[in-house]
């Protein structure tokens, strides 16, 4: 059993700073890639920024420049800083994982989601 728990969000005013945090634990022999996802009201969820194994990183084109995806092996957990936050923003952010468990599966798992509201 892995689970993902999602910290970090919040209500921040437009152009401030929030860090995102996602920590993986359970029977985890390998995390294969983990990223962030957010769905606002009536949209679809969109994915923001993911990074590899290997430390590629990959981001939407709405934040890019803004948002900066990170992890931690040691401690299994992923982060997401992001600046010069706007309005459109606004949404519930998820984190996703694709994760080789103890006996070897590969399986994706989702955390349970953190708002993040930025006014104007």
């Known amino acids: 059993q892995v689970q993902l728990v999602e910290s970090g969000g919040g209500l921040v005013q437009a152009g401030g700073s929030l860090r995102l945090s996602c920590a993986a634990s359970?029977?985890?022999?390998?995390?294969?890639?983990m990223g962030w996802y957010r769905q606002a009201p009536g949209k679809q969820r969109e994915l923001v920024a993911a990074?590899?194994?290997?430390?590629?990183?990959n981001y939407a084109d709405s934040v890019k420049g803004r948002f900066t995806v990170s992890g931690d092996n040691a401690k299994n957990t992923l982060y997401l800083q992001m600046n010069s936050l706007k309005p459109e923003d606004t949404a519930v952010y998820y984190c996703?994982?694709?994760?080789?468990?103890?006996?070897?599966?590969?399986?994706?798992?989702w955390g349970q989601g953190t708002q993040v509201t930025v006014s104007s």
């Open positions: 996703n994982a694709q994760i080789t468990t103890i006996p070897l599966y590969v399986s994706d798992y």
């Open positions: 359970g029977s985890i022999f390998r995390i294969n890639a």
């Open positions: 990074i590899t194994s290997g430390s590629s990183t």
